[in-house]
């Protein structure tokens, strides 16, 4: 039976309301290229009524969000996580037939969506005893202590490849924080970020607080980001909306178990459907075992279940769009005409006739200076290479612009310990691939962008800190001649 999404309207001021210029963007299912509902499309006019409407929620006589204490926003946090909990099923599938992802893929992110909003409800709380800490001062005349302030209005505007997840990472921060913020989700995977409006309706979030508009880039996001009453942007995406995001994207490996290396290269490249902005999709593998250890990554990547997204087991579902697709085959297609060879994939599965699907894929015989070793192809695409000694490797490694994820692979870990010190990345994994945890900093290096996203980083993002000293003594300060004694 086809599944088709619900008709949603923009989420502004805590309530559901169409947009004013009327514009909606079809949902296009990336498996069946069938259109399954739509969204609405955001203007400039309805940036502005909820730029508005988050201004208010931050001034409302009475029920001033942003100084509320952290307990009471704690509580707001903690309802919503239940209320994902019980919709969990549902939104699972909701975001797998609108972004592509396999199903259990969807349901383990939403698990993560819940702990991520538990855990700032837990950072909220602790907000309160961290007011006032007293800083130490080298008079004492003076006593002096911090505040911990929300910045005030944030636009947050976040990807299609883990739409909700991604989402969390900014919205549960920013309202622990106490700040008010509009969420631009992309216009490619709108759809569980729409029903968390509609799930902070049912718990009672104060309107304002938070408003979500679906929308083109250029349109909405463009105007969040230049409206003078936005204090802060939080941004990750592509370099079509800003600036790009991607990895150092390199797993290095020498000296290991074969199998329980592949698994883990195939997972860091072709997770998420090779969809992530921290994907390990350059090998750099030793001379010594390289012929070896790429046979096996073949036929371990020869034996992922490609299906229909919510089929059982479905392990690699389809590309995100149309645009994107093409885009992945031209890189494949641009790589074999520059010499590299294909291994494996490479085109679509036999048994998909319909549906933006691509294979796994391998490529080998890489140069340094193809368009598939030097730029981030956001599909399931592994580039190998090989290196003789440690230092090229470390160099192969960091010869690029970006540096988000990494990885090394050996048995050797004092040469594990060494090469991640090298490795100039923002996260480096060894011996595994792509965990995330909501407690670890997450961000990048070079033009991987700046900041951090997640733990007690992620909630600093949103708070700004503001010295307050008190004269306590009881004399005069003395830097003047006290006109009375002239």
């Known amino acids: 039976m086809a599944i088709t999404v619900p008709s949603i309207q923009l989420f502004i001021d805590g309530e559901w309301k169409a947009p004013i210029l009327n514009i909606r963007i079809p949902i296009i299912n990336p498996s069946t290229e069938n259109i399954i509902g739509d969204i609405p499309a955001a203007t400039k006019e309805d940036v502005d009524f909820a730029v508005e409407a988050a201004k208010r929620a931050l001034s409302r006589k009475g029920r001033d969000w942003s100084t509320a204490s952290g307990s009471v926003r704690a509580g707001y946090l903690r309802a919503i996580a239940a209320k994902i909990t019980e919709k969990k099923n549902e939104l699972g599938k909701l975001e797998s037939i609108?972004?592509?992802?396999?199903?259990?893929?969807?349901?383990?992110?939403?698990?993560?969506?819940?702990?991520?909003?538990?855990?700032?409800?837990?950072?909220?709380?602790?907000?309160?005893?961290?007011?006032?800490?007293?800083?130490?001062?080298?008079?004492?005349?003076?006593?002096?202590?911090?505040?911990?302030?929300?910045?005030?209005?944030?636009?947050?505007?976040?990807?299609?490849?883990?739409?909700?997840?991604?989402?969390?990472?900014?919205?549960?921060?920013?309202?622990?924080?106490?700040?008010?913020?509009?969420?631009?989700?992309?216009?490619?995977?709108?759809?569980?970020?729409?029903?968390?409006?509609?799930?902070?309706?049912?718990?009672?979030?104060?309107?304002?607080?938070?408003?979500?508009?679906?929308?083109?880039?250029?349109?909405?996001?463009?105007?969040?980001?230049?409206?003078?009453?936005?204090?802060?942007?939080a941004f990750t995406g592509s370099s079509a909306t800003g600036s790009r995001i991607m990895t150092a994207a390199a797993q290095l490996i020498k000296d290991v178990d074969l199998d329980k290396v592949a698994e883990w290269t195939i997972f860091g490249c072709f997770f998420t459907n090779g969809q992530i902005c921290s994907a390990t999709s350059r090998l750099i593998v030793h001379e010594s075992i390289a012929k070896k250890f790429v046979n096996k990554l073949v036929k371990w990547a020869e034996n992922i279940k490609i299906s229909d997204p919510l089929e059982e087991g479905c392990r690699l579902g389809p590309?995100?769009?149309?645009?994107?697709?093409?885009?992945?085959?031209?890189?494949?297609?641009?790589?074999?005409?520059?010499?590299?060879?294909?291994?494996?994939?490479?085109?679509?599965?036999?048994?998909?006739?319909?549906?933006?699907?691509?294979?796994?894929?391998?490529?080998?015989?890489?140069?340094?200076?193809?368009?598939?070793?030097?730029?981030?192809?956001?599909?399931?695409?592994?580039?190998?290479?090989?290196?003789?000694?440690?230092?090229?490797?470390?160099?192969?490694?960091?010869?690029?612009h970006y540096g988000l994820g990494s990885a090394v692979m050996s048995n050797d870990l004092e040469r594990c310990e060494?090469?991640?010190?090298?490795?100039?990345?923002?996260?480096?994994?060894?011996?595994?691939?792509?965990?995330?945890?909501?407690?670890?900093?997450?961000?990048?290096i070079k033009r991987s962008g700046f900041g951090r996203e997640l733990g007690e980083w992620g909630l600093d993002n949103y708070l700004s800190v503001k010295q307050v000293t008190t004269y306590i003594s009881g004399d005069q300060w003395g830097w003047y001649q006290s006109p009375s004694k002239l």
Request: hydrophobic share 45%; glycine share 8%; proline share 7%.
């Open 98 to 233: 609108d972004s592509g992802k396999p199903l259990e893929e969807a349901l383990a992110d939403l698990d993560d969506v819940i702990a991520c909003f538990e855990y700032y409800a837990g950072l909220a709380e602790g907000l309160d005893a961290k007011q006032k800490t007293p800083v130490s001062l080298p008079m004492d005349t003076f006593k002096s202590h911090v505040l911990k302030e929300p910045i005030g209005v944030v636009a947050l505007i976040t990807p299609w490849n883990y739409p909700l997840l991604m989402a969390t990472w900014k919205v549960a921060p920013a309202l622990a924080a106490g700040c008010a913020a509009i969420l631009k989700p992309s216009e490619l995977a709108s759809v569980t970020c729409l029903e968390l409006g509609e799930i902070c309706r049912e718990v009672g979030l104060p309107p304002g607080v938070l408003n979500i508009l679906s929308g083109l880039g250029h349109e909405a996001g463009a105007s969040l980001a230049s409206h003078p009453d936005v204090d802060k942007i």
């Open 319 to 400: 590309i995100v769009s149309e645009a994107q697709y093409k885009k992945v085959l031209n890189f494949i297609a641009t790589a074999k005409s520059e010499g590299a060879t294909i291994l494996t994939g490479g085109r679509r599965p036999e048994h998909l006739q319909k549906g933006y699907f691509v294979e796994p894929t391998i490529v080998s015989d890489v140069t340094t200076s193809m368009q598939i070793w030097r730029e981030e192809v956001f599909g399931p695409v592994l580039s190998v290479k090989t290196f003789s000694t440690e230092e090229e490797a470390i160099d192969l490694a960091n010869d690029t």
């Open 418 to 444: 060494r090469v991640s010190q090298a490795l100039q990345a923002g996260i480096v994994w060894i011996n595994c691939a792509q965990p995330s945890f909501i407690q670890a900093p997450w961000g990048g």
